[in-house]
């Protein structure tokens, strides 16, 4: 079964299941049936072998049921995505020039450490959903919202933001 075709079903499931619920007022469990199908799809995807998975579409920013590790140079993106994986970025080496940008991190089910020089201007907001976002000095664990600027930022001038969001995974910050 292709990942097309399972998420198609899964839509057409959804809406015929909030029909019932609504139209009949019955009262089933639709988010957890749900959740219960696409653990059971992740699980035979990953029983079939890893050539299964070269149908779904990933770009360079993704990082999907692997591990990767991107550098300043390398990243051309604004936003970046680790889903059932772990991914490092290196932002020690960044240069002012580039400073004045918005990068997004997004983890689902996996981990991301992301490095940053503590002489630089940076604000992150990090949020977490079941999920862990950990800052210097501040940790945010299950649901919540945080903040942290290097001792550089200074919101008047040009500065990078980072914005992190964390769904049952583990977002790290680490200053250097």
Known sequence: MGSGLFFGLFLILLGFALIIKYVFDLDIPVVRILIA?????????????????????????????????????????????????????????????????????????????????????????????????RLPGRTTAVFGKTEYTTKAFDPEKEYLLIKADVVFGDFELRTH
Request: proline share 1%.
């Open 37 to 133: 199908l696409l653990f059971v799809f992740i699980g035979i995807r990953m029983l079939l072998g890893k050539s299964v998975f070269q149908r779904i579409h990933v770009d360079n920013n993704d990082v999907i049921f692997s591990e990767s590790r991107f550098e300043w140079k390398d990243m051309n993106k604004n936003e970046y995505n680790v889903i059932f994986g772990k991914s490092v970025f290196d932002l020690r080496d960044l240069d002012s020039i580039k400073l004045h940008r918005t990068i997004e991190f997004n983890t689902i089910f996996g981990a991301t450490l992301v490095k940053i020089n503590q002489e630089l201007p940076v604000k992150i907001i990090a949020e977490g959903v079941f999920g862990s976002a």
